[in-house]
């Protein structure tokens, strides 16, 4: 396992976000009940990657804040060979109702899982004490819990993905991960409609995700600044102005943005001037970027308002250890976009971000965000859309898929627009369309959006649900001892 180093955030940087102080005195409050309750433990977090996808962001912006309180909280992640990835991102699509690729969750699959946690759980057990916290994060961790149960720690197990509907599929991911389940004294999931019908639901909790309003990604830019960052990476061409491409860092120390882009396009960036549709996430098939870009090219065949050009992006297909469909993902990608009318291709951009500095690369998706004229997530599934949560924050108008928990972040027509169908192309490219031509709409939802996100989907309101949630399983400990096994899992007909 990899321990990943985590800086200090004191409480009150929350207080410009969130404009409350009686709930900021709330939380510093109750965080030093915790910290004397937790005193001489540790907290540890554990998941797949330190870098890429909203997990590894999450940990990344809220475990700092966690620290300052005086907390000994630790973020380690787990390791393995490619073929454990593999099943575990085919468990990601099980999860989500879709088949993957199709290989089966057998017996094969299940002794290489077992083994890879076996041996991460062995490394982490030799540094565990009695009654440490250890929140194991999707189901890339899930197996890791029997052992450090053994171990004496405190289990959570966060699931971050579900679906609303409990599919064959679905099923399958369900039965595959519940040997390891069974002793957890506690459930995290986004959404209820996620919690497995054969779990015990006094054991489940529902935590949405959350945003850090002042972490590179989401912290204030002026239009200068995006600009400079901007033509600096190659996403718009022309000159940078009188903006330099800096940021601060999750220190706030400053830094300068330093790495370009590497972007498959036909001609020229677009101009400054251009309206951009912007999608940002990972090369994965429920991100659905093929079928964004198939949405936009019926809308580029007319006439697009404001000559609107498209940009796709996401990591770096070789930065993300644990998803090793990104590479394949943007291969199709590329390929979908050489068949694409030549003058359609000129007004699609497939972007590469750097992640060599996970800092630069959230600055650069803050200003191509900002810049953008609409933010678009158009997944076939989705746990919750931090990129949507993002977006909103920005003010921007989004449109995006009627799925997962895109449904709890935005109201239709108040916070954004969202498709009944997202493999509409037609709903989608009329959505689009919509904003593009009715600023004074745009402008509309996207001050309800940031206002929405500064009331429900902030880090402080994340991390205080999380220390209710650990005192409480911290008593049911010291009253009952280790809790009942749930009920297993039901073969679907």
């Known amino acids: ?10 409480l009150t940087r929350f207080r410009p976000a969130i404009q409350a102080d009686e709930f900021l005195f709330e939380a510093v409050d109750y965080a030093q009940r915790i910290r004397q309750r937790l005193a001489g433990r540790v907290v540890w977090n554990v998941n797949s990657t330190a870098a890429g996808g909203g997990v590894a962001e999450m940990l990344q912006s ?18 393995g060979p490619p073929e454990f990835f593999r099943v575990t991102k085919r468990l990601h699509h099980a999860l989500h109702g ?14 290489l899982y077992e083994a890879t946690a076996r041996e991460n759980a062995a490394e982490l057990c030799s540094m565990l004490r009695p009654h440490d916290f250890v929140v194991l994060h999707d189901p890339q961790t899930a197996g890791l819990a029997p052992h450090l149960i053994d171990a004496g720690a405190l289990v959570i197990w966060r699931c971050h993905i579900g679906h609303d509907i409990k599919d064959t599929e679905v099923e399958r991911g369900w039965r595959f991960l519940f040997p390891y389940l069974r002793e957890v ?4 999931f986004s959404r209820a409609a996620y919690v497995p019908a054969y779990c ?6 529902v935590i949405t995700p959350s945003i850090d309003a002042l972490s590179p990604k989401n912290q204030d830019m002026d239009e200068a600044t995006v600009r400079a960052i901007l033509v600096h990476v190659g996403l718009v061409a022309g000159d940078a102005g009188d903006g330099v491409p800096i940021f601060l860092r999750e220190d706030s120390s400053p830094a300068r943005v330093d790495r370009c882009a590497d972007i498959v396009r036909l001609g020229p960036p677009p101009a400054w001037t251009t309206p951009l549709v912007v999608q940002v996430s990972r090369w994965d098939p429920l991100k ?13 065949a007319g006439m697009t308002p404001g000559g609107a050009e498209l940009v796709l992006a996401g990591p770096n297909v070789h930065a993300v250890a644990d998803d090793p469909e990104g590479a394949s993902v943007f291969e199709d990608l590329i390929a979908a976009w050489r068949q694409l009318p030549h003058a359609v291709r000129r007004r699609v951009h497939l972007a590469s971000l750097p ?3 996970v800092q630069e690369n959230a600055a650069i998706v803050n200003a191509l965000q900002r810049h953008a004229a609409v933010v ?7 746990g919750f859309g931090l990129t949507v949560t993002e977006a909103m924050w920005k003010s921007r108008p989004v449109v995006a898929s009627a799925v997962g928990g895109i449904q709890d972040q935005i109201d239709d027509g108040v916070h954004g627009l969202l498709l009944k169908d997202p493999r509409d192309l037609e709903e989608f490219g009329a959505a689009v369309r919509r904003l593009l031509e009715d600023p004074d709409l745009s402008a509309r939802l996207g001050q309800a959006a940031h206002e929405r996100v500064r009331q429900e989907f902030l880090g402080l309101h994340h991390l205080l649900k999380y220390a209710r949630l650990l005192e409480r399983v911290d008593r049911a400990y010291e009253g009952e001892g280790r809790p009942a096994r749930f009920v297993a899992p039901v073969e679907t007909q």
């Open 1 to 10: 396992m990899t321990d990943v180093p985590i800086g200090i955030q004191p």
């Open 62 to 79: 809220l475990l700092p804040y966690v620290r300052s309180t005086g907390i000994d909280t630790r973020w380690s992640v787990m390791k």
């Open 98 to 111: 879709s088949s993957g690729d199709g290989t089966p969750l057998d017996d094969e699959a299940q002794a």
């Open 185 to 188: 004294p506690a459930f995290v």
């Open 200 to 205: 015990d639901h006094s054991k489940s909790s």
């Open 288 to 300: 659905d970027p093929i079928g964004v870009m198939e949405g936009f090219a019926r809308l580029a």
């Open 355 to 357: 992640m060599a500095d």
């Open 376 to 382: 678009v997530q158009k997944s076939l599934e989705e």
